[in-house]
């Protein structure tokens, strides 16, 4: 059975940094993408950046420059680098690992609160 453990989240302050990290197991097909999501209270999940093959998608204007993603889906990994957070930026974040366009699979999330 195919998990993805997302960890790294936690309370941080404006301005800090955070870093997330995705693995995932079971997996015996190969892996098309892997990507981050978040999700805040009262708003739709948001797509911040993938990895497909060896490529980065672009970020979502709300994170542009401060996150970064990186990672190897060869070794079905990938990790989320967040900078200048802001406490709009207070979200449950996902990763999503991509079997093939339409056969995707869900982490359980990690809670991130940027707040002073």
């Known amino acids: 059975q195919v998990q993805l453990v997302e960890t790294g989240g936690g309370l941080v302050q404006p301005g800090g940094s955070l870093r997330l990290s995705c693995a995932a197991s079971?997996?015996?097909?190969?892996?098309?993408?892997m990507g981050w999501y978040r999700q805040a209270p009262g708003k739709e999940r948001e797509h911040l950046a993938s990895?497909?093959?060896?490529?980065?998608?672009n970020y979502a204007d709300t994170v542009e420059g401060r996150f970064t993603i990186s990672g190897d889906i060869r070794r079905n990994t990938v990790d989320l680098q967040m900078n200048s957070l802001k406490p709009e930026d207070t979200a449950v974040y996902y990763c999503?690992?991509?079997?093939?366009?339409?056969?995707?699979?869900w982490g359980q999330g990690t809670q991130v609160t940027v707040s002073s």
């Open positions: 999503r690992l991509f079997r093939s366009k339409t056969s995707t699979v």
């Open positions: 079971g997996i015996r097909f190969p892996v098309y993408a």
């Open positions: 990895i497909i093959g060896g490529r980065v998608t």
